[in-house]
């Protein structure tokens, strides 16, 4: 499956990604988001700065194809969704793998921002075995945080990703993964600088629970 996005993406803009992230802080759809969960019982905890940062980069990056690990009743996914919806995304698809049996995957999804949301049910694993899109544009890991199966995440779906494109991962405050993940994506010469050639990221970035990386 190709990735959508037309163009590469626009060197980040930290001044707007704060905007944007305070712009859904305050908006009807946050609260929108905190009361269905809070209705549902749901123990996500995927918060308020969690929740803009993740709908502030996806607003930036603007994917034609997404996926996510650990879809779960859908409050990430809902953050990612209402980002393609006021970003117009043309044709874009969010695929959501949970392994969870005896739930109603995404049931916290507003209908309004449900069309591009495709649940697949079963382990991140097997799904890595097949049928997951060679070329992404969004990746966002929340599921087992088992250090090691992060880590083997993060390797699988940064391959896949389109230069320009977005490795995000939840709860990366649990242990050392997302830091030594970004340590391995970084290289430097003889002495002591960057080497572009060897470095395979453009950015990263840290907030809340949440950490980033754009693949150059
Ligand atoms: C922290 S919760 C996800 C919260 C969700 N992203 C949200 O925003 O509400 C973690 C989820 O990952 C799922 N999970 C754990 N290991 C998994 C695996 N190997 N493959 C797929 N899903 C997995 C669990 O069943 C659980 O629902």
Redesign the pocket.
């Known amino acids: 499956m190709p990735s959508h996005a037309a163009q590469p993406a626009p060197s980040l803009n930290w001044g707007k990604l704060l905007r944007t992230m305070q712009e859904v802080r305050d908006s009807a759809f946050m609260e929108e988001m905190m009361g269905r969960r809070k209705a549902s019982g ?1 123990a ?3 918060g308020r700065t969690d929740a803009a940062l993740l709908y502030a980069l996806t607003r930036w990056g603007r994917p034609g194809v997404a996926v ?10 809902s953050f990612i969704l209402k980002a393609i919806h006021d970003e117009a995304v043309k044709d874009a698809v969010l695929w959501s ?4 049996e005896g739930i109603e995957q995404g049931c ?1 999804i507003p209908r309004e921002i449900k069309g591009p949301f495709r649940p697949l049910h ?4 097997d799904f890595m075995k097949r049928g997951l899109p060679d070329m992404i544009d969004l990746f966002l890991h ?3 945080h088992r250090y090691k ?1 992060m880590l083997r995440e993060f390797d699988f779906f940064f391959r896949r990703l389109r230069p320009g494109g977005l490795l995000i991962s ?2 990366v405050n649990m242990n050392a993964a997302f830091t030594d993940f970004v340590t391995k994506t970084y290289r430097h010469d003889k002495i002591g600088q960057t080497d572009p050639a060897r470095t395979t990221h453009a950015v990263w970035g840290r907030l809340g629970n949440l950490g980033f990386v754009v693949k150059s």
């Open positions: 749901s996500s905890p995927m996510e690990t650990g879809g779960f009743l859908g409050m990430a996914s793998i949970e392994s969870m916290l079963g382990k991140v694993e929340d599921s087992s199966h939840h709860d």
